[in-house]
């Protein structure tokens, strides 16, 4: 499982997975993709998996809601302590998935528990050359609305269109949307105004103190910047705004306008998998 980010800032984001595995309680079970719908894909190379979900009391994949994991929620250890603590199912299927047009870069906010996470930005110019490595996780309603009650306001649940976005899960499976949180921020850029590239946490707050005397005013370490950070709302919006005021945010306007009302029915694998409900994948 790894560390737990929220209770461990500097270890953000966790143990990421590398390959299609099922969260289960405290255990990652081992998933094996197939050119089939994902339900039928098989867990520990045994039970398909929408046996296994049934037998854990959870509804099967077509009913689930695809959502892409970008940092911590990409890691196991970190969805496990989301939805424990609601007294939630810590059971998920999660794959990786590829995206095109879409990029992995580093918010331009300070998150509650003091680390700099990272955050999608959209490339749409370049929808079928740039890819971003992510994670797709299959979540159940009330999995969805407590994912949503971590993210918002500080993030947008915003549903991608496969057309604009290009996604292709291991089994080779063309997704024709799937749900992402995009910052309301943005996302921050290096010194030639490109989105900055995701490192380690105190590699990246190391950086970021060196590159502005501002911030070193209120921490004096990676270390310093998480335990003061995650304790004083003030210094976080502060941090925020030296980030504006430094001219280093590049907006994410291409995908916010896509934002989705959090009330409204959310789509499940069915509706996004042309495997899923026996169509011609596209």
């Excluded at 966790?14 to 990652?28: F, H, K, N, T």
């Excluded at 030639?192 to 502005?212: I, M, V």
């Amino acid at each position: 499982m790894g560390d737990v980010p929220a209770l461990d800032p500097l270890s953000y984001p966790g143990r990421v997975i590398g390959e299609p595995a099922v969260l289960s309680g405290a255990r990652v079970l081992e998933l094996t993709a197939s050119a089939e719908p994902m339900g039928s894909w098989r867990v520990q190379g045994a039970d398909f998996l929408d046996a296994v979900l049934e037998q854990l009391g959870q509804p099967q994949t077509g009913k689930l809601h695809p959502v892409i994991a970008i940092g911590s929620n990409a890691a196991p250890a970190q969805l496990h302590y989301k939805l424990t603590r609601l007294a939630l199912p810590s059971v998920v299927p999660m794959t990786p998935l590829t995206v095109s047009g879409l990029g992995i870069g580093v918010s331009a906010h300070v998150a509650l528990n003091g680390y700099v996470a990272n955050s999608p930005f959209a490339d749409p110019g370049l929808s079928r050359v740039a890819q971003a490595q992510v994670v797709l996780t299959l979540l159940d309603a009330e999995q969805l609305r407590a994912v949503d009650d971590t993210e918002l306001p500080r993030y947008r649940r915003v549903l991608l269109s496969g057309d604009e976005y290009p996604m292709v899960l291991p089994s080779g499976e063309r997704l024709e949307a799937a749900y992402l949180y995009a910052n309301a921020a943005g996302v921050l850029a290096g010194e030639d105004g490109k989105p900055l590239t995701p490192t380690t946490q105190p590699t990246l707050l190391a950086a970021l103190l060196e590159r502005s005397a501002r911030l070193r005013e209120l921490f004096d370490s990676p270390q310093d910047w998480v335990d003061k950070a995650r304790a004083d709302p003030q210094l976080r919006a502060a941090a925020k705004r030296i980030f504006v005021e430094s001219g280093w945010v590049v907006p994410q306007d291409a995908l916010l306008r896509n934002e989705c009302d959090p009330a409204t029915a959310a789509l499940t694998y069915n509706d996004v998998s042309p495997l899923a409900t026996g169509r011609e994948p596209p």
